[in-house]
């Protein structure tokens, strides 16, 4: 036998189950959860199968736009798509580097390399200004917020200018008269 507590009933009863009960839940449950996994992979499947069929047309009409190409044409246009893979294939390895000194400029300026995104762009020059804007921007901040926390916080005697006291009135350990 086994117990069970009734959740959100806010009370200590508890429900007795039999052996033959507690496997019909286990067994529902399970069931359950085998649904809904079934039907979360048939519908990624689904979406895999859509993906794949809108590649496999878009690669026969380039095809079918290409046979009807003269050899000349067609060479042209083969070489123009290899430059334009070539193209991405290089930007997307230039902004690799981009990514990586954003992040040791971020770090040389004492900001965390999670603002690499933040101040990312496909032009270094745009990136270094980025940062010094952002790194402008956080000593500012970090500015006022100490000049707030240290407003209530002033020594309360012989601080103001042109007053004479020891250290021991200005840090408030002798008796005020």
């Known amino acids: 036998m086994a117990t069970e507590q009734e959740p959100g009933s806010g009370q200590d009863e508890t429900v007795t189950l039999t052996q033959e009960e507690l496997d ?15 039907a979360n992979l048939n519908k990624a499947k689904e979406e895999w199968a859509a993906q794949t069929a809108e590649q496999v047309k878009a690669a026969q ?15 042209a246009a083969e070489a123009q798509q ?22 040791a400029q971020l770090e040389e300026q004492g900001l965390s390399t999670e603002f690499v995104d933040m101040v990312l762009s496909d032009d270094v020059d745009v990136t270094k200004g980025n940062i010094t804007a952002l790194k402008t921007a956080f000593d500012k901040a970090v ?35």
């Open 143 to 177: 500015e006022v917020t100490v000049t707030e926390k240290m407003k209530g916080d002033s020594i309360r005697k012989g601080s103001a200018a042109g007053e004479k006291g020891d250290l021991a009135s200005a840090l408030g350990l002798t008796k005020e008269k």
């Open 24 to 38: 019909q839940k286990i067994a529902d449950a399970h069931a359950e959860w085998q649904l809904s996994a079934e």
């Open 61 to 75: 009409t380039k095809a079918e736009q290409l046979a009807k190409l003269s050899q000349e044409e067609r060479e």
């Open 82 to 103: 290899r430059n334009d893979e070539l193209a991405k294939r290089e930007q997307e390895l230039n902004m690799r580097e981009y990514r990586i000194e954003a992040s």
